[in-house]
């Protein structure tokens, strides 16, 4: 089991056969209120047997799946209806439920992780379409903590995406306008 230990913030945990991953968003808070209306964080990383991944990427799926808003829906009785106070609402919360299907993240792999060009969607339903008979997606799950965020996993997986690295640019010309959207920054980070 892989449980990349979240710190501070929001966790979202994909649970897989075997693995767990966390994915954990800042919301910025001053004195019991928010102090910056957003959230930060980046995509969560699942490390299958045989060096193969699964991304849960911060922004692309259902309008109601961003790390901006997720939370709001995911605990939305638990809110104040004036939205001024619900970052700082959530930043004390301290709890965990499932995230409705409707909700969940875009979901990617690659045929080959030093290869951007070979991203490809991957469907929650259908785990096995990309990763093998066996694999499926059990629930995805959000958690409010008190634990740190994570940062540089994406790029320790991910290393043609390090800043200084100009794979990507390379090669952003040849590729779909679907390539586009699965490898845009905004996508896998937010924040920061």
């Not at 990349?4 to 075997?18: D, E, H, M, S, T």
């Not at 966390?22 to 060096?51: F, T």
């Amino acid at each position: 089991m892989l449980w990349l230990k979240p710190r501070r913030g929001l966790g979202l945990v994909i649970a897989c056969p075997v693995l767990t991953a966390a994915l954990i968003i800042i919301l910025a808070q001053g004195l019991g209120y928010a102090v910056k209306s957003g959230a930060s964080g980046e995509a969560v990383v699942v490390e299958l047997p045989d060096k193969r991944y699964l991304f849960a990427l911060v922004r692309g799926g259902p309008f109601n799946s961003g790390i901006n808003v997720i939370a709001h829906n995911v605990f939305s009785d638990k809110l104040p209806s004036d939205p001024r106070g619900r970052y700082g609402m959530l930043s004390r919360l301290r709890e965990s439920r499932p995230v409705p299907h409707d909700m969940y993240p875009m979901l990617v792999t690659f045929a080959d992780i030093n290869d951007p060009a070979s991203v490809k969607k991957v469907d929650p339903d259908d785990l096995a379409a990309s990763f093998g008979a066996g694999y499926s997606l059990k629930s995805i799950t959000l958690e409010i903590t008190d634990e740190k965020v994570t940062e540089g996993v994406v790029e320790a997986v991910l290393g043609w995406m390090e800043k200084n690295n100009n794979t990507l640019d390379k090669i952003w010309p040849s590729l779909s306008g679907e390539q586009h959207d699965l490898l845009s920054s905004s996508v896998w980070r937010r924040g920061k």
